[in-house]
């Protein structure tokens, strides 16, 4: 059913109110609960782990199983909002997310738990498209609507760095469950204030929908997952290895195929071409992969090694919120005098120093050194982060808006998804290759460190062994992500070198 024009001026009315900024909480509130997830369970891992009984296989599966799908449908997601409505699609992925929340929670086995996180995502890949058109559609001045972006865009950097705490906090009073349950209340207070405020429902059933596309990029995902993950396993089953090599090659072949057929492709690899689109696609990719691959190696290494609780493994890895929160801000802000090459370079540069300064850490042994250098990452990746957004939204024409959105998210998405794969398997994989184990310890200890040190039974020679191999499997992963974050400044700023002081990014909004 198409619009009307009381709906058309109900939609005009919200945005010349004050309601448009009581629809960014909500939107806020649906995007928070959706990087939230990403990242709270990396504080839980090894607490579920041991309460499921899961394999180290089955735990890299219950973290990726949620950025894998959700990557796989966003592209679709956001097409079928534009076909069946955002606000529609946004109502949808809440009820989604929560009843899976609910599933995810009271699982009784880590394979439940992985069939509940992947149905997470399905709802997360309704709702995430949905929150940032929404966004588009109510705030008609382009000035505000750079500023809603910007916040948007910070909370998701918000989200992913406060995940780690509030795991931590929930762990420490509750069961592990208690880390999806949190989500229902929030999903409740957004249903009630969506149907309260958010604008009415716009569908345009001209557009249309492919499923096949999200399942052929769907299959390409999770056969590269799947190959990093069993190239970094000691021994490796090189059957495995190739099937899925095969699989994600022959997922993403099929994909590029078929949207080059397409009249209204999923994908519209012609928008790549505008550079200032490019930058902001790369710049999400690789400050998200520094911050989840951070967040990731640092809350595993300091509960394993030292001993924190998943609360102080979590505060420890939130410095980079303490960063990112302003400087996002203040990125949308100065946006038009600055340019975009020197918030997205010069943020991603910054971050690079920062993980450096953390990287040093290690060597002087100074948890100090280590909160100072994830400040300075958050305060360079907040505001290439942010800046990301308006440059991904603000370079795409206004009828593929839907299909923009899908990009920013899809970006976010492999950002968090292959710093799983890659940096969690790296460990594991630096980790069996390193460990020295004493004569006479058990061969389990080779696995990985949480094998080891479940065998360990108090050996000080066997616990000190593992110890250093995960420690020295921590410093690769570190530098890894310096030299990442490093390449993405030089990319991206000869990608830009022609968005200097005044973002071009900025005046196609002004002029569309």
């Known amino acids: ?63 990726n199983a949620y950025p894998v799908v959700m990557a796989g449908l966003l592209l679709g997601a956001g097409t079928l909002g534009d076909r069946v409505g955002h606000r529609r699609m946004f109502v949808a992925g809440l009820w989604i997310f929560g009843v899976a929340s609910l599933a995810a929670a009271f699982a009784p086995t880590a394979e439940v738990l992985i ?14 498209p949905a929150t940032l058109a929404l966004i588009r559609l109510t705030f008609a001045d382009s000035r505000e609507r750079n500023i809603a972006i910007a916040i948007w865009g910070s909370l998701s950097v918000v989200g992913a760095a406060f995940g780690p705490i509030l795991g931590g906090l929930l762990l420490e009073r509750f069961w592990w469950g208690s880390v999806f349950l949190i989500n229902v209340p ?50 490796q089953n090189w059957a495995v290895v190739a099937g899925a090599l095969v699989a994600s090659a022959v997922g993403f072949t099929l994909f590029v195929r078929r949207q080059r057929r397409m009249d209204e492709p999923l994908l519209d690899f012609g928008v790549f071409r505008n550079r200032a689109f490019s930058g902001g696609v790369l710049a999400a990719i690789f400050a998200m992969f520094a911050i989840a691959g951070a967040q990731l190696v640092t809350t595993q290494r300091f509960q394993l090694v030292e001993g924190f609780t998943p609360l102080e493994a979590g505060m420890l890895v939130a410095a980079v919120a303490l960063g990112a929160l302003p400087s996002g801000l203040l990125g949308a802000a100065f946006l038009h005098v600055l340019g975009l090459r020197f918030l997205i370079a ?62 920013e998210e899809v970006s976010y998405e492999i950002g968090s998804l292959s710093a799983v794969a890659l940096l969690g398997s790296m460990l594991t994989f630096v980790y069996a290759a390193s460990v020295r184990l004493p004569a006479g310890a058990p061969e389990a200890a080779r696995e990985s460190i949480a094998d080891a040190l479940g065998v360990a039974d108090g050996d000080p020679a066997l616990i000190g062994a593992v110890n250093a191999a995960f420690d020295t499997a921590y410093l690769v992963a570190m530098i890894v992500l310096v030299v990442i974050l490093a390449i993405g400044a030089l990319v991206t700023g000869l990608l830009l070198r022609a968005y200097g002081r005044r973002s071009e990014a900025m005046e196609y909004a002004d002029n569309h």
């Open 346 to 407: 010069g943020g991603l540069g910054a971050g690079a120093l920062g993980l450096a300064l953390a990287v040093l850490s290690i060597g002087v042994e100074s948890l100090a050194v280590l909160i100072v250098g994830f400040i300075v990452t958050g305060l360079g990746l907040g505001g290439a982060f942010s800046v990301a957004s308006a440059a991904i939204m603000g370079n795409a024409p206004p009828r593929k808006a839907g299909m923009a959105a899908s990009v």
């Open 186 to 235: 929030v999903v409740a207070l957004a249903l009630v204030a969506t149907a309260i405020i958010a604008p009415p429902n716009d569908p345009d059933p001209s557009k249309k929908w492919d499923l096949l596309s999200s399942l052929q990029a769907m299959l390409g995902l999770v056969g590269a997952v799947l190959f990093i993950k069993e190239l970094a396993h000691i021994p």
């Open 115 to 128: 069939g509940a996180r992947a149905l997470l995502a399905v709802g997360a890949a309704s709702m995430m």
């Open 1 to 63: 059913m198409e619009s009307t024009p009381q709906d058309r001026s109900q939609l005009r009315n919200i945005a010349t109110s004050p309601l448009r900024w009581w629809l960014l909480v909500t939107v806020g509130a649906g995007l928070l609960l959706i990087t939230l997830d990403n990242s709270i369970l990396y504080t839980a891992l090894p607490t579920l782990t041991a309460d499921l009984g899961a394999s180290s296989s089955a735990a890299l599966w219950i973290i």
